[in-house]
């Protein structure tokens, strides 16, 4: 219930029933959430998802912001330390996940795991930059609109911003998958003619006939001490038989799946992801990788490391 009532407060304003009372807070009151007033809370970034924070627990106001700002402008309060170390700490963690993720590969396999880096590839061509920024834009303009109670034209501008990421998304697995071409044209290739060279397995003895065998030999024993002779031959011969079946052939192992080459194939195939953290395959599909780009996760690592950069730079 409380996700759902975020989510009406993100398309409606949180005063959409006339009944908020905004008009008497101030933006330094004490349930009025300082991350949302610096430009980024993230308790909306990561819903529905495994790294979900819940709604938060303070107050979202573009008015608040907007009267923040003005104050901000003037030297009276700066909340842009208290970000920075919120979101720092959202980054560690998931550097650390990396690490812990690498670790458990051995060295040749986490070398190639982060051979390319896709934030290079995927955020820094010209025609990326350039929807980025027009998906900034569209934001800030959804923002004033919100600001001004104008929700149709809110809600346009937030169309046309799932209808840019979803461009962006698009052209971002492109290129990835480019890079992963050229990347899997650099790993071994399976022997075509593997199974010709894998010698046959020995012949394994079938537990369950030895036991029969021993058994008759054991009967043929006991009948020949109780002077049944016809039987005790009878046994032996039934012994002898059984030990002339073809001994059980073990499974010979797919070359296909087994063989050094294809495990290494197997092992060098995944990529980190250096933004979000999510390893990748250089087999994954453009459609796959462009679901991975527009997915929630991706996009609120995506937006907290370009706000960071921000910080940092007016810090």
Same mark, same amino acid.
Do not use: W
């Given at each position: 219930?409380?996700?759902?009532?975020?989510? $009406?407060?993100?398309?409606?304003?949180?005063?959409?029933?006339?009944?908020?009372?905004?008009?008497?807070?101030?933006?330094?009151?004490?349930?009025?959430?300082?991350?949302?007033?610096?430009?980024?809370?993230?308790? &909306?970034?990561?819903?529905?998802?495994?790294?979900?924070?819940?709604?938060?627990?303070?107050?979202?106001? /573009?008015?608040?912001?907007?009267?923040?700002?003005?104050?901000?402008?003037?030297?009276?309060?700066?909340?842009?330390?208290?970000? &920075?170390?919120?979101?720092?700490?959202?980054?560690? *963690?998931?550097?650390? @996940?990396?690490?812990?993720?690498?670790?458990? =590969?051995? +060295?040749?396999?986490?070398?190639?795991?982060?051979?390319?880096?896709?934030?290079?590839?995927? $955020?820094?061509?010209?025609?990326?930059?350039?929807?980025?920024?027009?998906? @900034? *834009?569209?934001? @800030? *303009? #959804?923002?004033?609109?919100? /600001?001004?109670?104008?929700?149709?034209?809110?809600?346009?501008?937030?169309?046309?911003?799932?209808?840019?990421?979803?461009?962006?998304?698009?052209?971002?697995?492109?290129?990835? =998958?480019? #890079?992963?071409?050229?990347?899997?044209?650099?790993?071994?290739?399976? !022997?075509?003619?593997?199974?010709? =060279?894998?010698?046959?397995?020995?012949?394994?003895?079938?537990?369950?006939?030895?036991?029969?065998?021993?058994?008759? /030999?054991?009967? #043929?024993?006991? =009948?020949? *001490?109780?002077?049944?002779?016809?039987?005790?031959?009878?046994?032996? &011969?039934?012994? +002898?038989?059984?030990?002339?079946?073809?001994?059980?052939?073990?499974?010979?192992?797919?070359? %296909?799946?087994?063989?050094?080459?294809?495990?290494?194939?197997?092992?060098?195939?995944?990529?980190?992801?250096?933004?979000?953290?999510?390893?990748?395959?250089?087999?994954? %599909?453009?459609?796959?990788?462009?679901?991975?780009?527009?997915?929630? $996760?991706? !996009?609120?690592?995506? !937006?907290?490391?370009?706000?960071?950069?921000?910080?940092?730079?007016? $810090?």
């Amino acid at each position: 219930m409380d996700a759902l009532r975020k989510q $009406l407060d993100v398309l409606m304003g949180a005063n959409r029933n006339g009944d908020a009372q905004e008009v008497t807070r101030k933006y330094f009151d004490r349930d009025v959430c300082r991350l949302f007033l610096a430009g980024l809370c993230p308790h &909306e970034l990561f819903q529905l998802t495994k790294m979900d924070k819940g709604p938060c627990p303070k107050v979202h106001s /573009l008015q608040l912001r907007k009267e923040y700002e003005d104050c901000k402008g003037q030297g009276i309060d700066n909340y842009d330390r208290d970000l &920075e170390d919120n979101i720092d700490r959202l980054i560690v *963690e998931c550097d650390r @996940k990396i690490e812990r993720a690498l670790k458990r =590969l051995d +060295e040749e396999d986490a070398k190639a795991a982060v051979a390319i880096s896709v934030s290079e590839v995927t $955020l820094q061509t010209p025609e990326i930059v350039e929807m980025s920024k027009q998906i @900034k *834009e569209k934001m @800030k *303009e #959804a923002d004033q609109m919100d /600001l001004e109670g104008k929700t149709d034209m809110k809600i346009r501008a937030l169309e046309e911003i799932d209808e840019l990421r979803i461009k962006r998304a698009d052209k971002q697995s492109m290129l990835l =998958l480019d #890079a992963f071409n050229k990347d899997r044209a650099s790993l071994p290739q399976p !022997l075509t003619n593997a199974p010709d =060279l894998v010698p046959l397995p020995p012949a394994v003895p079938d537990s369950h006939i030895q036991e029969m065998i021993n058994e008759k /030999l054991k009967k #043929a024993e006991e =009948l020949g *001490e109780q002077g049944m002779v016809d039987e005790a031959q009878k046994a032996l &011969e039934e012994a +002898e038989a059984l030990k002339k079946l073809p001994a059980r052939q073990a499974p010979v192992p797919d070359s %296909s799946k087994y063989t050094a080459v294809d495990v290494r194939i197997t092992d060098q195939k995944l990529r980190v992801c250096d933004i979000c953290g999510a390893f990748l395959s250089v087999y994954d %599909s453009d459609r796959r990788l462009a679901d991975h780009f527009g997915g929630k $996760l991706h !996009l609120g690592y995506m !937006l907290i490391r370009e706000k960071l950069a921000d910080l940092q730079v007016l $810090l």
